[in-house]
C-alpha cells in the first residue's frame, strides 16, 4: 500500500519559494487566523498593554521634559544675579564687576541692563501679564555670574550682598536649597512613575501570557499533531510569538499615535509656553517617543509570548 | 587477531575492522541496527515501575502487536519510541536514532521517522480529509508544495480507500473512516517506524478487520509496525509476532505464526 505512495514524480523546484511560501502561510498566516479566532481573549491583552504603553510614553515625555527643566534649573541655579541699586555710580558697578571677575570660583560675568531684565521675564511663563499691567519696569540691572561649581553660590552671595552697590533688600537671586527641592521633587516623581509602570507592566505582561496561554489550549489539538509528526520546534512556537508580537504591536501602534497626537496637540494648542513647561518637546521628540513605544509593545507582546510557551507548551 | 578500528557507517549501521596478523588480511563486520531496538529499558514514575527491563528489537517490514492488560506499560513502551518519555535507564534506538539521549531541540527528527496513530484519531475538525494529510507532509517538510501535498494526500488517501472523501470534514466522516484519514496522514510521509495505540478501538469489528490489513499492507511495504491492542480476536487471526507486557516486563514474545495462550487474558 504504501509503495503506492512512492511516486518520485514530484521534482522539488523552486525550493526557495516553496518554502517562503509554507513559511509564511505556517508561521504568520497561522499566526493571523488564531489571533483574530481568539480576539475575545486578547481583548484583554490589548487594552491593557495600550494603556500601559500610551502611560509609558506619556510619563517618558514627562520624564524627558522634566530631566531638561532639572538641566535648565541646574544651569539657573550656578548664575548668580547680583541685584544693583538703581542709584548706583557706573564706577561703583565697574569695581563690583572687576571684583567678581577677578574671582577664580566664577567663570563669566555679564551686565544686564533692566530694560533686558523685563525682556527676560517677558519671556517666563505666567509674569507677561505681570509685567504688562505695570507701567514702569519694576526689575533692577543686575551683574549676572556665572559660578564653576552650583556649590559656591552660597558663599559668592555671602560675598556680595553687603556691597553698597548692591539692591539691600533683595541683593542676588540666590535661594538656598531650591535646586535641591527641585532635585527631590522630580527625583520622588520619577521614583513614583517607575513604580507605577512596574506594576502596571506586570499586569500587563499576565495578562498577555493568559491571553497566549488560551490560544494555546485552543490549539492545542494543532499543536499536538505539529509535535507529532515532527514539525520543527520553531514552527509549533513560532505563530505564538507571532501572535504574541501581534497584540504587542497593535498596543503599541495605537499608543504611539495617542501619544505623539496628544503631544502635537499641546504644541499646537500653546506653542509659546509649552516649550516652558516642557522644554526639548517637540515634533521629532514626539516621534521618537511614538516609535520606542511601538518597538516596546513589539518587545513586550513577543516577550510575554516566550515566557507563556516556556510556561505552557511542553515539547 | 587485532582490532584497529570501530567505525560508523551511517546512523543505523557500525563496522568492526579487525586485522588478522597471521595472514595479513583485514575482516570487517558490520552491525546493522533494527528499526526499532530497545535494550534493558525501564521507566518509572516515581516509586512505580511502568516499565521493567524490557528489550526487544523490531526489523523492516515486520508487524507485532503489543499486548497486554490495562497498566502493563503499553502505552509507556510506545511513549518511550516516540521520545514522549525518556527512559530511567536503558537504551531506545530508533532508525538508528538514540531516543534516550536524544536532546529536545533534535525530537523533530525522530517523530519524522516515526508514524503515529491513536484511538482517538486526533484529526483536525477545521480541516478536510485532504488537507488533514496535507497539513502533516508539510508542517515536518516544508520544502513541500501545496500542488505536491494536495497530489501525495489524495494518493495517500486513496490508498486507505477514501480517494473519493478527501474533500469531507472529519465530522462527515465515520469512525472507521477517520481512523483511515489517521492512518493516511501516518504513512504519507513515508516513514520507517508506524506505531498505533489502540487504533481499533473505537471501531465495530468490521471496520476493524480493513484497518488491520491496511496495517499488513505498510507492513509489507517495508515500514515495521508496531500495534498496541486489546483486541484478542485481531491478534489471533493475523498471527504475526505478540509482544506480551504484564506489569511492566515483557514476559513473552512469540514469533509470527504461533499465537499460544494469552496468559495475560486473566488479569486483564
Known amino acids: 500500500m504504501a509503495g503506492l505512495l512512492v511516486k518520485g514524480r514530484f521534482p522539488r523546484r523552486h525550493l526557495i519559494q516553496v518554502v517562503a ?9 497561522g499566526a493571523a487566523r488564531s489571533w483574530f479566532r481568539n480576539l475575545g481573549s486578547a481583548a484583554p491583552a490589548l487594552s491593557s498593554m495600550t494603556l500601559l504603553l500610551l502611560l509609558a510614553g506619556i510619563v517618558g515625555l ?55 531684565a523685563l525682556a527676560r521675564a517677558q519671556r517666563l511663563p505666567g509674569l507677561p501679564a505681570l509685567t504688562d499691567a505695570t507701567e514702569s519696569n ?25 556691597d553698597n552697590t548692591v539692591d539691600p533688600a533683595y541683593p542676588t537671586s ?17 521614583v513614583a512613575g517607575f513604580a507605577f509602570l512596574t506594576l502596571l507592566g506586570f499586569v500587563a505582561v499576565t495578562v498577555t501570557i493568559n491571553s497566549i496561554r488560551a490560544a494555546i489550549h485552543s490549539r492545542r489539538d494543532e499543536v499536538t499533531i505539529m509535535q507529532l509528526v515532527g514539525a520543527p520546534r520553531w514552527m509549533v512556537r513560532g505563530p505564538f510569538v507571532i501572535e504574541g508580537a501581534i497584540t504587542g504591536a497593535l498596543s503599541g501602534a495605537v499608543a504611539g499615535l495617542i501619544v505623539f497626537g496628544l503631544t502635537l ?21 514626539a516621534a521618537f517617543a511614538a516609535a520606542i513605544v511601538f518597538a516596546t509593545g513589539l518587545g513586550l507582546g513577543s516577550g510575554s509570548s516566550l515566557v507563556s510557551l516556556r510556561k505552557h507548551l511542553e515539547s | 587477531m587485532a582490532l584497529t578500528g570501530r567505525r560508523p557507517v551511517s546512523e543505523n549501521t557500525q563496522c568492526l575492522i ?24 525501564t521507566r518509572a514514575y516515581g516509586p512505580r515501575v511502568a516499565l521493567d527491563d524490557v528489550s526487544l528489537a523490531l526489523e523492516p517490514g515486520e508487524l507485532a502487536f503489543l499486548v497486554g492488560p490495562s497498566g502493563a506499560g503499553k502505552t509507556t513502551m510506545l511513549k518511550l519510541i516516540n521520545r514522549e518519555l525518556r527512559p530511567t535507564s536503558g537504551e531506545v534506538w530508533v532508525d538508528g536514532i538514540a531516543a534516550h539521549t536524544l536532546k529536545t531541540s533534535r525530537v523533530p527528527d525522530l517523530r519524522r521517522r516515526v508514524a503515529v496513530v491513536f484511538q482517538d484519531y486526533k484529526l483536525l475538525p477545521r480541516l478536510t480529509a485532504q488537507e488533514n494529510v496535507a497539513f502533516a507532509l508539510q508542517v515536518s517538510d516544508l520544502r513541500v508544495s501545496n500542488e505536491e501535498a494536495s497530489e501525495r494526500a489524495l494518493d495517500a488517501l486513496d490508498a486507505v480507500g477514501l480517494g473519493d472523501r478527501g474533500e469531507s470534514f472529519p465530522s462527515q466522516l465515520s469512525g472507521g473512516q477517520q481512523q483511515r484519514v489517521a492512518l493516511a496522514r501516518a504513512v504519507v510521509t513515508q516513514p520507517p517506524l508506524l506505531i498505533a495505540d489502540e487504533p481499533t478501538g473505537n471501531l465495530d469489528i468490521d471496520t476493524s478487520w480493513e484497518m488491520m490489513d491496511l496495517f499488513a499492507d505498510i507492513a509489507a511495504s517495508g515500514t515495521a509496525v508496531l500495534i498496541a491492542t486489546h483486541n484478542v480476536e485481531i491478534v489471533k487471526r493475523f498471527q504475526r509476532r505478540v509482544l506480551t507486557l504484564v506489569q511492566g516486563r515483557l514476559v513473552r514474545d ?14 486483564s
Open chain 1, 21 to 29: 511560501s509554507n513559511v509564511f502561510r505556517y508561521l504568520f498566516g
Open chain 1, 62 to 116: 514627562t520624564g524627558f521634559a522634566l530631566h531638561n527643566i532639572e538641566v535648565v534649573e541646574a544651569g539657573q541655579a550656578s548664575l548668580l544675579h547680583v541685584y544693583l541699586r538703581d542709584d548706583a555710580p557706573d564706577a561703583k558697578v565697574n569695581a563690583l564687576w572687576d571684583r567678581l571677575a577677578a574671582d577664580p570660583r566664577i567663570a563669566t560675568v555679564t551686565y544686564t541692563t533692566r530694560a533686558e
Open chain 2, 18 to 41: 579487525a586485522l588478522d596478523q597471521a595472514f595479513p588480511v583485514y575482516f570487517v563486520s558490520c552491525y546493522v541496527r533494527p528499526i526499532l531496538e530497545l535494550n534493558a529499558v
Open chain 1, 138 to 162: 519694576p526689575f533692577p540691572a543686575s551683574l549676572d555670574a556665572r559660578v564653576k561649581s552650583i556649590d559656591d553660590v552660597a558663599a559668592i552671595h555671602n560675598d556680595v550682598r553687603n
Open chain 1, 174 to 190: 540666590y535661594d538656598q536649597g531650591a535646586y535641591q527641592r527641585i532635585q527631590a521633587v522630580l527625583l520622588g516623581v520619577a
Open chain 1, 265 to 285: 496637540a499641546a504644541i499646537s494648542a500653546g506653542a509659546a509656553s509649552f516649550t516652558q513647561f516642557a522644554p526639548g518637546v517637540n515634533v521629532p521628540v
Open chain 2, 254 to 267: 512469540q514469533p509470527a505464526g504461533r499465537t499460544g495462550r494469552m496468559a495475560w487474558l486473566a488479569s
